[in-house]
């Protein structure tokens, strides 16, 4: 388990700096990752829905979303 806003210390510039280069790796090897942006509103509430229906046709088999038109 790794959650940015407990594992970096954000009032530190330079662990900071180094931990967010670590950010690409972490996620990527993840097998699940959850991501919580805060308490949603009508607005993101219809984000979120646009997203999951842009991310909704392809996807690959290495879980990335593939662009419709990519395939």
């Known amino acids: 388990v790794w959650i940015d806003s407990i594992c970096i210390n954000q009032e530190d510039d330079h662990e900071r700096a180094q931990q967010v280069?670590?950010?690409?790796?972490?996620?990527?090897?993840?097998?699940?990752?959850?991501?919580?942006?805060?308490?949603?509103?009508?607005?993101?509430?219809?984000?979120?829905?646009?997203?999951?229906?842009?991310?909704?046709?392809v996807r690959s088999p290495t879980r990335e979303v593939v662009p419709a038109a990519a395939t």
């Open 21 to 57: 280069q670590l950010m690409k790796r972490v996620y990527q090897q993840s097998t699940r990752t959850v991501v919580w942006l805060g308490v949603g509103t009508a607005q993101t509430d219809s984000a979120m829905r646009f997203l999951r229906e842009l991310a909704a046709p």
